[in-house]
């Protein structure tokens, strides 16, 4: 076995609340039990990555500077509670991919997962994708790792998605906390 185990994190509705379009750190909130469930991850010694699809910026809503600070409000937040997140990748471009712009980044295309396990000694087929949308899950099964959809965020509404298209993430859970213990109890298996 080569290279580290990961947890690969969507943010919003995953990590902290929903709320469109994020982009004032002021409105960052710590869905609850989140910052726990990412503690006892990260003791168990795997990698957390941060994989969000940000198309706002493309939309013109805010800016990468904006994300950035978005970005450092969280992790601030998840330092005080002693929380390690190895890396934060987001995907700009629009779903669309309009204005010439055609990307491997936006999920469920592979290309966050595949940069930060190149930057990070990540094994992604022993690695797990944690998420609220279908495009989180369908990234873990296009990328050869685990996925976990969480209710939290629009986790219900892609539970429904997923099922239309004949997919089914390796767990459904109600939030973080429950897909923590998950994935330790399966990695212990596996």
Request: net charge negative.
């Amino acid at each position: 076995m080569t290279g580290y185990r990961a947890v690969f994190l969507d943010r919003d509705g995953t990590i902290n609340e929903e709320v469109g379009y994020l982009s004032d750190p002021a409105h960052i909130a710590l869905i609850p039990g989140a910052a726990e469930a990412l503690i006892r991850l990260n003791s168990a010694g795997f990698k957390l990555v941060v994989v969000s699809n940000q198309s706002g910026i493309a939309r013109g809503y805010f800016s990468e500077d904006d994300l950035a600070a978005v970005n450092g409000e969280l992790d601030r937040q998840l330092v005080l509670a002693g929380v390690t997140i190895d890396g934060y990748y987001h995907c700009p471009h629009h779903p669309l991919h309009g204005k010439g712009v055609d990307c491997d980044c936006r999920k469920p295309g592979t290309g966050m997962a595949v940069r930060a396990a190149a930057e990070h000694g990540i094994d992604i087929s022993r690695s797990y994708f944690v998420g609220d949308k279908a495009s989180d899950i369908e990234l873990g099964l296009n990328s050869g790792g685990k996925s976990v959809l969480v209710l939290t965020g629009y986790g219900r509404e892609a539970r429904k998605v997923l099922e239309e298209k004949g997919l089914a993430p390796d767990m459904i859970v109600p939030g973080l906390s429950e897909a923590a213990g998950w994935i330790l109890q399966d990695s212990k298996e596996s």
